[in-house]
């Protein structure tokens, strides 16, 4: 798992992205098309086409990094936003969408085998 600062803010970017876009071409979108700036310090996520596929883009004050998950069953849970636009989440939120788990109603979802 990645540690992120306590309190960063974490951007969804709304709709799919090229995963062929290396870390400046999505620095570029953070900046252009989100009007956020992508050396603030700020935790920046795209979704694929298939949804299989994020890529998070960070930049921690010393330089940007570029991270990317796959995951091997199902699909990253993605919000709907209009006009493109990024939806901010919680760290927290952040944590369950790298494990593929639902980020906006988490809960425990395995049943007890046996009563006692």
Known sequence: MIAFPAGVKVWIA???????CGMNSLALKVQQGLGRDPHGGEVFCFRGRKGDLI????????GMSLYI?????????????????AVPVSAAQLGYLLEGIDWRNPRWTQRPAAAG
């Open 14 to 20: 709304g709709g799919v992205t090229d995963m062929r």
């Open 69 to 85: 998950k796959r995951l091997e069953a199902g699909k990253f849970i993605w919000p709907v936003s209009e006009n493109g636009s």
């Open 55 to 62: 890529k998070v883009l960070w930049h921690d004050g010393v």
